[in-house]
């Protein structure tokens, strides 16, 4: 079984061009699973999807399994089980990644397409 995901849409501008939006997408996995995620379609055919990710938001807090996101760019960013964080991303265009569960997992990310200094933080940590 794949991960299920699903784009929730873009927040923000109606013109992600000129303005800072953000992409969440949610995700579930059953078990340790990859899922590929190429968006040059939505980017080609949906003016109001962002055209470039600079930054992304993960929450992973209360999950007892990491994720790993791996870029087109050869970045791979690992966000540890119970972790919540903004990571910087070296994302050309298309963008395109896959995420990687090490087992049962829900979550949610966010690409955004202005940066955020990165910072990581765990429910204990706050």
């Not at 995700?27 to 003016?47: E, H, L, V």
Request: proline letters at 4%; glycine letters at 8%; a negative charge.
């Amino acid at each position: 079984m794949l991960i299920n995901t699903q784009l929730l849409g873009v927040h923000g501008s109606t013109d992600p061009h000129q303005y800072r939006c953000t992409a969440p997408i949610l995700i579930a996995a059953a078990g340790a699973q990859t899922q590929q995620f190429n968006f040059g379609a939505q980017q080609q055919s949906d003016s109001r999807f962002i055209d470039s990710a600079l930054s992304m938001y993960v929450d992973n807090g209360g999950q007892a399994t990491s994720i790993t996101f791996t870029f087109s760019t050869g970045q791979q960013i690992v966000v540890q089980a119970d972790t919540q964080g903004y990571f910087n991303i070296l994302q050309g265009n298309p963008i395109s990644f896959s995420v990687s569960t090490s087992g049962a997992n829900v979550g949610t990310f966010m690409l955004m397409n202005f940066l955020i200094p990165p910072f990581t933080w765990t429910a204990n940590s706050l």
